[in-house]
């Protein structure tokens, strides 16, 4: 069952609506334009020209901007992935045309000031230095540089302090007349509206928007090689990450893994790795894993941190429990429960409505089309115990993954 609408403009932005009966609004600008599309030695500058759509526009100051929906007691937001540029907003159901005009003058108005480049420089530098302080967050960058070495999938989103220097107007000129591609845009809303009222207000504020059918030249990664790398780092814990790539969002064990990395390593503290680490050793805080899908292949891994003396032991049964699965069928019993569990956290996800309509937006871009939640449930429920086994033997092969270490420094 298709539970929302879609129109057309002849540009080819889409305009989408999930109806909600209630008093607030999300909505959402999804541009199929991330930072795997950066030209060689221009890392981070899609990232860069997000933080910039928030300054000056040909009719609006970085001030106007700001207040525009925050006077409305509205939340104004964006970010950056490898494959997308996303805006979004949460606002009172009257505010609607408001947002529309706003995302319309951000997205396709902005002047790009030199003044508001060189302050944005600094806030982005200061943002890299923070995750750099981070090592949770900085092993996962360093571990995907190792996955996709020498492709742009594993390049830093933030980019570098000595790329991030270097952009001017003209790069954002051509990274933007390269990558965005009207009929690879979808705004979406989440509301209580009448469809046609929503086209009406599309057509006005985004019917005008020229055509652009610029295509990406994304090439798909070579597979990774395995290896183990230690790393020594300024912290007083160890933290380590083991994965692999993995499926891409088209293929037909995604939903396999996607179940797969939920019973090993998902949401809950029942997760295998929580049970077995955590809660009978008491060895690791924070242990989780986790599977992203992209276009053309996806991201497997599996994170803890630990005191240095006890890094051996939790790599060890991380270890063990990944060879249960590759050994061993998973029983009926065990697989109804995985499934149970998993269908239930993602109905209860569904209250995330922002991020529901931006899943939905993301969908239509990559597949025309958006899964319902009954046929989610469905896809889930056809995953055999010879699925899992296949995915864990294919995606948990030793010889294929890589292991990133951040041990202190001595």
């Keep these: 069952m298709i539970d ?17 009966p209630s008093t607030i609004t ?9 930072s795997r599309d950066e030209p060689l030695h221009q890392e981070g500058l899609a990232h860069f020209i997000e933080h910039l759509l928030f300054k000056e526009t040909e009719k609006r100051s970085t001030s106007q901007i700001l ?3 925050e006077l409305v007691g509205a939340d104004l937001n964006a970010y950056t992935t490898k494959e997308y540029t ?47 302080d981070q090592p949770e967050e900085a092993i996962q960058d360093d571990f995907e540089a190792l996955l996709f070495k020498g492709h742009p999938i594993g390049e830093n989103i933030l980019g570098t302090p000595e790329t991030v220097a270097k952009f001017d107007i003209n790069d954002i000129k051509t990274f933007t007349a390269a990558t965005n591609n009207t009929s690879e845009m979808i705004f979406a809303v989440f509301g209580d509206y009448d469809f046609k009222k929503v086209v009406k207000l599309g057509e006005k504020y985004f019917g005008g928007i ?4 610029a295509k990406k030249n994304r090439i798909k990664p070579a597979p990774n090689i395995g290896g183990i790398h230690t790393l020594s780092r300024p912290i007083s814990q160890t933290h380590c990450i083991i994965g692999n790539q993995a499926y891409a969002s088209n293929h037909p064990y995604k939903n396999g893994l996607l179940l797969l990395n939920n ?29 992203t899908t992209l276009t053309d292949t996806g991201i497997f891994s599996i994170y803890f941190g630990t005191d240095t003396e006890k890094s051996d032991k939790a790599l060890k049964l991380v270890h ?12 009926i019993l065990q697989l109804h429960q995985a499934k149970q569990k998993f269908i239930g956290q993602i109905a209860l996800a569904e209250e995330s409505r922002m991020g529901l309509i931006i899943s939905i937006a993301k969908s239509m871009i990559d597949f025309n089309h958006a899964d319902s939640l009954d046929e989610v449930f ?13 995915i864990s033997n294919e995606i948990f092969d030793t010889e294929r993954m890589i292991t990133l270490l951040f041990e202190p420094n001595a």
């Design 26 to 34: 999300h909505c959402c600008f999804v541009l199929n334009a991330g």
């Design 86 to 132: 996303c805006i979004h907003a949460s606002l009172l159901k009257q505010h609607l045309e408001r947002t529309m005009d706003l995302f319309e003058d951000i997205l396709f108005h902005s002047t790009f000031p030199e003044e508001e480049m060189e302050k944005e420089r600094g806030v982005i530098l200061d943002e890299i230095a923070s995750y750099l």
């Design 263 to 291: 019973l090993l390593g998902g949401m809950g503290m029942s997760s295998r790795l929580n049970l077995e680490i955590r809660e009978k050793y008491g060895i690791a805080y924070t242990i989780e894993s986790n599977y």
């Design 210 to 213: 020229a055509a652009n059918s």
């Design 67 to 69: 207040n525009r929906l």
């Design 320 to 331: 063990k429990e990944l060879k249960k699965l590759r050994d061993n069928k998973l029983g």
């Design 4 to 20: 929302y609408q879609v129109h057309t403009l002849p540009n080819g932005i889409r305009i989408l609506l999930k109806h909600s």
């Design 378 to 390: 469905a896809k889930i429920n056809a995953v055999t115990a010879e699925d899992m086994l296949a």
